[in-house]
């Protein structure tokens, strides 16, 4: 049995549905949450942007290579002057992006 079993029809014009439209794609919501969440009187943010998302997985894969250079310290009890210097260069990379996005740029470089 679904958890909503009653359904009501709306009506919308062109111009209110692309205005409708237009929000449940900035919010990254589905349209019906989207309308409930609207009916209860919720806030809606708008999801994250694709240079948010860059940005996300960039920490991400530096937070693996992070991983990857501490188990390789731990157990050589040392660090290497090249996962040094990766190191280094992570954190320039990510500030770079960072900055871009702050500017509202694209992490990939393109302008």
Known sequence: MRSRPIMITVRFNEEEYKWLMDNVNKSCLRREPYIRALIAGEEIYPGPTEEWIALFRLLSGMGNNLNQIAARAH????????????????????????????????????D
């Open 75 to 110: 157990w050589s009890h040392s660090l290497s002057q090249q996962d040094f210097e990766r190191l280094v260069e992570m954190r320039k990379e990510f500030w770079n992006a960072v900055e871009r996005v702050k500017r509202n740029k694209s992490i990939a470089g393109e």
